[in-house]
Every structure is written in structure tokens, then in C-alpha cells.
């Protein structure tokens, strides 16, 4: 064998071992250092609601909640996020949190073939926990790194605002 | 006071009703099952090195290095899959004289397009398979490029295939009527060249195949993100020469199609290939780059047309000629020349004239492929059309509304056939055109702008009628030589507890299959929507049949589930007159309860039907067999394509300092026939209509002198973004085919169909008074600045 080969053998065979919260669980994982996050969320920790569709931090289907912010797993490695919290779309149904957005996304069909879903709903929230009652303009602001190939926007848009206009007349709780 | 009753106040009326798609709660959950999350027992990877040549001859391959890498488990060339694989050529019969060269998995000696796939690695995971592409060195030869369709037309100029008499797939021409008189005596012509750029589909999910060869079984399992697994299920059967009843296509929730996901891929071929050498799993999911430079592209047309009208502006002729690109080969099974075909045979379609020539020419370059992609051909012939329309207003000094009243086809008019041979059965431009009018407020709009001209606010109104052709009969492809299907077929079965299932060929998407499809079988038997359960895309379930595409899922897969559901609801009351002593005409079925058609009093749920009928069956009448499952097939008979019409509106407006194009709001008009679940019809169109909006505006694939793709990333292609997408405003005119009972025609291509045209007319309409014209598309700030001389 060269000795190309073998440091690259090397390298491919370096796995750190990191400590995570996923979904209010702790897990150990092995990750390789070139591996993202969402390749861990994905492909080690079976979690494939949380989907790849760009790699490069355009599309926003990969968007979790790390630490309680939304950041695209994309662009985020496996080892940054060593020691943090992470909620993924499975997470964040189960806790409810998202209960009223998915409802009222099913209600509207504000979705096709669901793939950006999952992105939209973690924008969403994170949007609607920052501003109690945002503009449609800010609404599609808001949204506007989260492709959709399938919908107008129109539907995901009603959806979101139909909840935020909900949670204020409910009393503002967010 | 309450309003009148109407079929929707009837006990599971369903059709007609905007009911959200059951299956969506799953996908809103995070619990998709796309092909990508698909993960097998000793599953492996595949990657694919790729061309970095447009066009090269391969003279060596060293694979020496790649296959020593720990974890590699495979490296194949063009040779190693030769051997297992047959070629495949993209021609269809009926379009006499087209060519195409033989394509196989991968290459064997010569690559065509920059990004074609060359040598297949197969590793245990995705990372390791791309470090030992790494490893691999190939020897090309370069050889002369063929990018652009004016070179590629010059007779004596380089070839895309050495050894053809030239780079032309197919001509064709249609000739009806006496064009040139037409124009001779004509008292206005108008005339313009357009250009259309190339783009592709850019389906959030891209494509992903996972093929499980079973050699103990000699079984082919392939898990495939497609719209048509029956289709697929044929080609790796013949291909690979695997009995079809041993191929088994399981294509589960699709992240977007669109249509590109219908055709076959070199890669995916390669795929399967890869697993019958190694009779394991395989799984290849192409990445964003991949997908741009694999994937196939489509449009790409330049189109000279020009139009003849009399003195009132009543049009007499047009007469076209349409260039189109297509890449290296033309795809299998369905061609490339699909496209240019419908451009030629939609222009001028919604209009009553008689003399229509037209020139097709479909040449080969170094490029990918391109292909059918949502609304083939429709949005070229519209936006020729729309175009040339609102140039013979303006030279007649009519406005838009007023020259499409006059030459539309009227509503009464019908059956009509059109100078291209398209047979109408009844269309409705002259009901679209009045809604459309009063639904932008047309004429406030009007004075708004030219209010707002005065500030130096240059404002934008287009309008594009369109006709859409859905429900293809076997007159597509079939009688091209092509083993795809136009038949549909689904299985109903009542279950021992009294609910249904229902398999069925008609694939889903995201569209709504699955919930369209309940609500017509629910509405049909009489049973909660709940109660019904669909199941589709497994080729070893569901019975084959054509699948989602060309917008035959509602019209043709609807009307073989509801015929279906009849003759399911016949044989249970059948078995209830037995068991109740009564003819079976006096029953009917309400919420899953046999009642007394005349009374509607309860007499028995249908789930004592089955109970009796699955467990008692001694207590029957002798002789009685009890058909609780129907299985029903539908292939559309009467007109070959059911045409659809509508027209779109848009208000913009053009910012002539930097050349940005703002859409401000966009106005459709849709006549689809009948409308099964509202919501979900206008969310289709919605989504349609962005996609047409991106095309006008954003998208377009460039390539370098070299054949070179220059911007294979979302960063650098653009598609449209929340931000800049308007609200659309929808309105409906149903006119339902009498061909089936349904009456449902197809809707998925009439957003994207006339959104370019739309946009295109208006922004033409807000540069008006510069006196600046736009012909091409995709309308960018630098063209615009072009044409204002600005830039
Ligand atoms: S996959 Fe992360 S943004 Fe697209
Ligand atoms: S629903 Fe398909 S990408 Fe958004």
C-alpha cells in the first residue's frame, strides 16, 4: 500500500466520540469529523425527519433546533455539536410544541410532498416564538430560506398566520 | 333560512368537498418514508465519477488503487455492466426518422456531456465510495464540443455522434392550410424571435434508488423515487432480463417529481446492475451538484413565429419554426421530442383560425439531456402565442382582453379540431376570459397604472390564455412502440370488519392522490372517508397501470376508482338482498349501513355483510359466492386527450433603474372540469404557478463555451423564494368531460403552462412606454436593462 493510501485510511477511520441531548435524550455517538450533523441525526441516530436537500445551507430542509435556535444540520458538524441540545422534527411532535402549526398546515394543505416540511414547521416556530404577530411580509421573510419546489408559499404562509392571529387572540401565549 | 340542498349536503358526499389529505398528518410528523431514508440489512453505497469533459474519448481507466481501499466492495466500468445490461435507445415509432444513439449504464468508450457518469464505486458508505472515486484516473482524449444550436446545425460542423450524418434527431413539419396566401393577403403580420432558456426540475428530494438484488430468489426488489414504478418494473425486467413477475418497484412518498423522475438515468440503471453483481442492496441518492448536472434539463427552445390578421384583427394564419436542444441522446422511454412536438402542436390552440404551418428541429449537443419536465412544451407555445396576440393588439390598437374575445374559440362551438389536429370536445375561454377580467378588476388596474406612470412607476398587466392537455389515451406513447401504460387499474376489497381497501395504480406525489382517490371510493360506496384506506406505488400490490403523469391520476385513475367503487357496491348489495330477502335495487348504502334506497332506513351495516360473508358463509344461499374484492381496470376511450383551458393574469411591476421585476399579484382562471377536492386542485395550481413564475424570472441552466454547467448549486440557480412569490387569486369554470362518468380533467401543468406567458406580456406591457421588448425567457434584471439600453 502507499503511503497516501494509508494516511487516508487513516483519517477515514478517526472517529470522536460526542455526547448530544436529541430530543430530550442523551445519546453517545461516533462520528467521523467530516461527518455534519444531520448526517448523524440521519444516518446514526435514524432520524430521518430531518432531511438534506442542498448541503450548502440554501434550502432549509435540514433546519433543527441546536440549543434552542434553528440552524441549518447542514452546515453544522457532527463534533460542534458536542455537548448540545438538539431537537429534531420527531422531537418537537412529540413534545407538542408544533401540535398547532401541524394542524393547521393539514387543515390548509400546506404541503405537497412534504419534504421541506419539516424545515418549514422549525422556521415557523422559531419565528412565532420571536414575534407574536408577524406581517404576512414578515411571514415570507421570514421563510425565504426554506425552498419549497411543490406549494405557491400562499398555503404555508395562510397556515402560519392563521396560528399566530390563534395564539394572540388566546391571550398572546406563545 | 337555509340554502337550497346541493349534492355536497348528501350523507359521504365527497366529491366536490375540500377535505385536508390524510396521508399529509404522517409527512407533518417527520414520518416520511422517502426512498433517501431508506436504510437495508448490509445495505451499500454507491458513487459515481463523472466526466469532467463535454465530450472525450476514453482511453484508459485505472481502477487499481480505488478497488484496494478498505471498504470498497466494487469497482465497475462501462464493460462490467455491458455484460449484464442490454442498451437502450430513446425513439419512438410514430415520430418517423428520429435517431438516437444506444446508451448503456456507463460509458464504454466515448462520454457526451460534462457530469455523465463514468465508473461506479460501490462501499459501505457514501464517504468511502467518494474517497475512492479519488483514486481512480482516466485517460480522455478531447474531442470537439458541440454547445450551442447554431453550430450544431452547420453542416460540416463537429458531431455530437461521429459517424451520424449530423446532429439532427428528428424534423418534422405541419403544413394545413394556405399559409402563404394567409400572409400574402393579410393585412397585419407581426413577428418575433423568442429564446427560452434551459432549466430543470429541482425536486427538493433528488433522485434516490436503492435496488436489492436477491440472487436465492433471483428476485429484483428496487425501492425507486418515481412516479411510474410499473413502467420501471418493465425496464429492468427486459434490461436486465429478470422475469417481470421477479422485478418488484416500490416507489413510496416521492419528494417532488415533476415529471423528472419518470425517465431512466444512467445511474439508476448502473444501480441496479450494481446489486445483481454483488446480490446485495444498493443505494445511490444523488447529491444537489449531481442532480444539476445529471438530472435531466428541459425548454431550451428558440422559436421564429409570426402571425397573420385581417384588418379587424381576426387572426388567419401563423407560421413556426421551433429549434430545440436536447442534449446528447434523446431519454428512454418517452424521448426527447415530446416537448418540441406538443410546443408545435399547442401554439395558437385556443384560437379559431385555419392555416397553420409549423417546423420542428430537435438536435443534438453536448449537454445532458433534456426532457419531459411539468407542462411539456406548454409554456413555449403559450408565451409564442400569448406574445404574438399582444403584439397585434398593440399594432391594432385593441386592448388584450378585447383581441383574445374576438378570437378565441367561442364557448358553443364545440367539438372543434384544431389546425394542428387536436380534437376539443369543449373548452371555455370565453367564461375564462370574463371571470378573469372582472377577477383582477381589470379596468381599476389599468388606471392605477397609468396613475402610477406618471410617478415614474412602471406597473405591468399580462394576461395568457392557455389549453392543457391531460388524460392521454394510448395515442402517447403506446402506439410509439412504448410499454407504457394508459389503462389504469385498482383493487377494492371490503374488509371482515366493513372498511375498504383500495390498491391502486395512480402513484402519489404530494398532489393528492391517495385523499382524491378515498373521497371518490368513500363517496361511491357510501362509507366515512376514514373507513376507506389507499394504498398505491408497489408494482407487487397494486395492479399495473400508467401511474401519475401528464395529469391522468384524477381523470383517469378517478374514474377507474370510481367504477370500481360501483361494481364493489353492486356485489355487497347483492349479498345484502340475500341475507335481507329483498331486491337488490331497493338498497343502497349510507355511512357503511345498508338502508332502504327508498327510505333510507337502516337495515344492516355493511360489516355484517362481511362478517357473514367472510365467517358464516354456510348460512348463504347454496351456490352463492360472495365477491367481496372487486378488481377493475379503465383505459379512456372517446377523445385521445382530454384538453383543459383557463387563462392566467399578473400584475408587476419593473424597477428601470436596476431591471428587478417585482410580481405583485397573479390572477388564474382554471377549467379543469370536474373539481374533486377544491383545496387541493388550487394548491396544485398554486405550486404550478411558481414554477412557471421561477422559469419566467430566475431559473435557467448556463453553460460555458466549454459545455461546462456553470451553476450547479442552489446558491448560483435560482428557484423562487417565499420573498418574492405574489398571493394568487384562483377562480374556477367547470366543464366536465362527457367521456367518463367522473367528468375530471387533469390540472397539474395549467400553473406552469401560461405563468412565462403571463409574466412575459406584462413586463413587455410595463416597458411599453420605453419602447423596449423582452423575447426571452428567463426575463433577467441584465435583459431588461438590455432592452432599455441601460446596460
Ligand atoms: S440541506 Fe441544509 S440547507 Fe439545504
Ligand atoms: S412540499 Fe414538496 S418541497 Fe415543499
Known amino acids: 500500500m502507499s503511503g497516501f493510501e494509508d494516511s487516508l485510511l487513516d483519517e477515514v477511520d478517526e472517529t470522536v466520540r460526542i455526547r448530544l441531548v436529541v430530543n430530550g435524550r442523551k445519546v453517545v455517538c461516533e462520528v467521523a469529523p467530516r461527518h455534519t450533523l444531520v448526517d448523524c441525526l440521519r444516518d446514526t441516530l435514524e432520524l430521518t425527519g430531518t432531511h438534506a436537500g442542498c448541503e450548502m445551507g440554501a434550502c432549509g430542509a435540514c433546519l433543527v433546533q441546536l440549543d434552542g435556535r434553528a440552524v441549518h444540520s447542514c452546515l453544522v458538524f457532527a463534533v460542534q455539536a458536542d455537548g448540545a441540545t438538539v431537537n429534531t422534527i420527531e422531537g418537537l411532535t412529540e413534545s407538542g410544541v408544533l401540535a398547532e402549526l401541524q394542524a393547521e398546515f393539514h387543515r390548509r394543505n400546506a404541503l405537497q410532498c412534504g419534504f421541506c416540511t419539516p424545515g418549514m414547521l422549525v422556521n415557523a416556530h422559531e419565528l412565532l416564538s420571536r414575534v407574536a404577530q408577524p406581517s404576512r411580509e414578515e411571514i415570507r421573510d421570514a421563510l425565504s430560506g426554506n425552498y419549497c419546489r411543490c406549494t405557491g408559499y400562499e398555503a404555508i404562509i395562510d397556515a402560519i398566520d392563521t396560528v399566530a392571529k390563534a395564539r394572540s387572540e388566546n391571550g398572546g401565549a406563545t | 333560512m337555509s340554502a337550497p340542498l346541493t349534492s355536497l349536503d348528501r350523507p359521504n358526499s365527497y366529491i366536490g368537498r375540500s377535505v385536508p389529505r390524510p396521508n399529509a398528518k404522517r409527512l407533518l410528523a417527520g414520518r416520511g418514508r422517502y426512498v433517501s431514508d431508506l436504510r437495508l440489512p448490509r445495505m451499500l453505497h454507491a458513487a459515481f465519477l463523472r466526466s469532467p469533459h463535454a465530450h472525450a474519448r476514453i482511453v484508459a481507466i485505472n481502477t487499481d488503487e480505488a478497488r484496494t481501499l478498505e471498504g470498497v466492495h466494487l469497482v465497475a466500468t462501462g464493460g462490467d455492466l455491458a455484460k449484464i445490461c442490454t442498451p437502450w435507445i430513446g425513439t419512438l415509432d410514430h415520430f418517423k426518422g428520429m435517431t438516437s444513439a444506444p446508451q448503456l449504464p456507463l460509458p464504454l468508450d466515448r462520454v457526451v456531456w460534462a457530469g455523465q457518469a463514468v465508473v461506479a464505486v460501490v462501499a459501505e458508505s457514501r464517504a468511502i465510495a467518494e474517497d475512492a472515486l479519488e483514486l481512480i484516473e482516466v485517460d480522455y482524449e478531447d474531442l470537439p464540443v458541440v454547445v450551442d444550436i447554431d453550430s450544431a446545425r452547420e453542416a460540416g460542423g463537429p458531431l455530437v455522434n461521429p459517424g451520424s450524418a449530423n446532429n439532427t434527431c428528428f424534423r418534422s413539419q405541419l403544413d394545413n392550410g394556405t399559409v402563404d396566401d394567409a400572409f400574402a393577403n393579410a393585412a397585419h403580420v407581426v413577428e418575433e424571435e423568442f429564446s427560452f432558456g434551459r432549466h430543470t426540475a429541482v425536486t427538493l428530494e433528488p433522485r434516490a434508488i436503492v435496488a436489492d438484488y436477491d440472487p436465492a430468489a433471483g428476485m429484483l426488489t428496487v425501492h425507486h423515487a418515481t412516479q411510474t414504478p410499473y413502467q420501471f418494473q418493465d425496464l429492468y425486467s427486459r434490461h436486465y432480463g429478470i422475469a417481470e413477475a421477479r422485478v418488484r418497484v416500490i416507489a413510496t412518498d416521492i419528494g417532488g417529481s415533476f415529471g423528472m423522475k419518470l425517465h431512466v438515468y444512467h ?59 436536447i442534449g446528447a441522446f434523446s431519454t428512454y422511454p418517452r424521448t426527447s421530442v415530446v416537448e418540441g412536438n406538443q410546443v408545435i402542436r399547442l401554439i395558437g390552440a385556443p384560437y379559431r383560425f385555419k392555416n397553420y404551418r409549423a417546423t420542428l428541429e430537435v438536435i443534438f449537443q453536448n449537454k445532458v439531456q433534456t426532457s419531459q419536465y411539468r407542462a411539456v412544451g406548454h409554456p413555449i407555445a403559450c408565451a409564442v402565442t400569448e406574445r404574438l396576440v399582444d403584439l397585434a393588439a398593440a399594432k391594432l390598437g385593441l386592448d388584450p382582453f378585447a383581441i383574445r374575445a374576438q378570437n378565441v374559440i367561442a364557448d358553443d362551438a364545440y367539438p372543434q379540431t384544431s389546425p394542428t389536429g387536436y380534437r376539443f370536445e369543449a373548452l371555455s375561454h370565453q367564461a375564462c376570459l370574463k371571470r378573469l377580467h372582472e377577477l383582477m378588476n381589470y379596468g381599476a388596474l389599468r388606471v392605477e397604472q397609468a396613475d402610477l406612470r406618471k410617478r415614474s412607476v412602471y406597473r405591468g398587466i399580462g394576461i395568457a390564455t392557455f389549453v392543457e392537455i391531460t388524460n392521454p389515451s394510448p395515442a402517447f ?42 373521497q371518490i371510493v368513500a363517496d361511491q360506496l357510501g362509507l366515512a372517508q376514514e373507513h376507506v384506506k389507499v394504498i398505491t406505488g408497489d408494482t407487487e400490490v397494486t395492479p399495473h397501470g400508467g401511474a401519475t403523469w401528464a395529469c391522468r391520476g384524477a381523470g383517469i385513475g378517478g374514474e377507474t376508482a370510481l367504477q370500481a367503487a360501483r361494481a364493489l357496491k353492486r356485489n355487497i348489495l347483492e349479498i345484502a338482498a340475500l341475507i335481507l330477502q329483498e331486491q337488490p335495487s331497493a338498497l343502497d348504502i349510507i355511512d357503511g349501513e345498508v338502508v332502504d334506497a ?133 377562480a374556477h369554470v367547470e366543464t366536465p368531460t362527457a367521456d367518463t362518468e367522473l367528468g375530471a380533467k387533469g390540472v397539474g401543468e395549467a400553473g406552469t403552462a401560461a405563468a412565462s406567458a403571463c409574466v412575459l406580456n406584462a413586463v413587455n406591457d410595463a416597458l411599453a412606454p420605453f419602447g423596449a421588448t423582452i423575447n426571452a425567457v428567463p426575463i433577467t434584471p441584465a435583459r431588461v436593462l438590455k432592452a432599455l439600453k441601460r446596460f
Open chain 2, 477 to 518: 406513447y403506446g402506439v410509439g412502440g412504448a410499454r407504457i401504460s394508459s389503462q389504469d387499474g385498482a383493487i377494492l376489497s371490503l374488509t371482515p370488519s366493513g372498511e375498504v381497501r383500495c390498491l391502486i395504480s395512480v402513484t402519489e406525489q404530494g398532489q393528492g392522490t391517495e385523499a382524491i382517490i378515498s
Open chain 2, 598 to 730: 327508498g327510505t333510507r332506513n337502516q337495515r344492516l351495516p355493511i360489516a355484517e355483510i362481511a362478517r357473514i360473508a367472510y365467517f358464516r358463509s354456510d348460512t348463504l344461499p347454496p351456490g352463492t359466492q360472495a365477491q367481496l374484492t372487486v378488481s377493475h381496470h379503465f383505459a379512456p376511450q372517446g377523445y385521445p386527450f382530454a384538453f383543459t383551458n383557463g387563462i392566467q393574469g399578473c400584475s408587476l411591476e419593473v424597477d428601470v433603474e436596476t431591471g428587478f421585476v417585482k410580481l405583485l399579484k397573479h390572477f388564474i382562471v382554471e377549467d379543469c372540469g370536474r373539481v374533486i377536492n377544491p383545496m387541493l386542485v388550487d394548491e396544485q395550481l398554486r405550486g404550478g404557478i411558481v414554477q412557471g413564475l421561477g422559469a419566467a424570472l430566475f431559473e435557467e441552466c448556463r453553460y460555458s463555451e466549454t459545455g461546462q454547467l456553470m451553476n450547479g448549486s442552489l446558491a448560483d440557480y435560482l428557484v423562487p423564494m417565499p420573498m418574492e412569490m405574489p398571493d394568487i387569486v384562483i
Open chain 2, 267 to 325: 445511474e439508476d440503471m448502473a444501480v441496479v446492475g450494481l446489486s445483481i453483481l454483488l446480490g446485495r442492496p444498493v443505494k445511490y441518492v444523488a447529491d444537489r451538484i449531481e442532480s444539476f448536472v445529471s438530472d435531466i434539463h428541459a425548454r431550451d427552445h428558440r422559436v421564429r413565429a409570426r402571425m397573420a390578421l385581417d384588418s379587424r384583427g381576426e387572426i388567419l394564419a401563423m407560421d413556426v419554426l421551433d429549434l430545440t436542444s
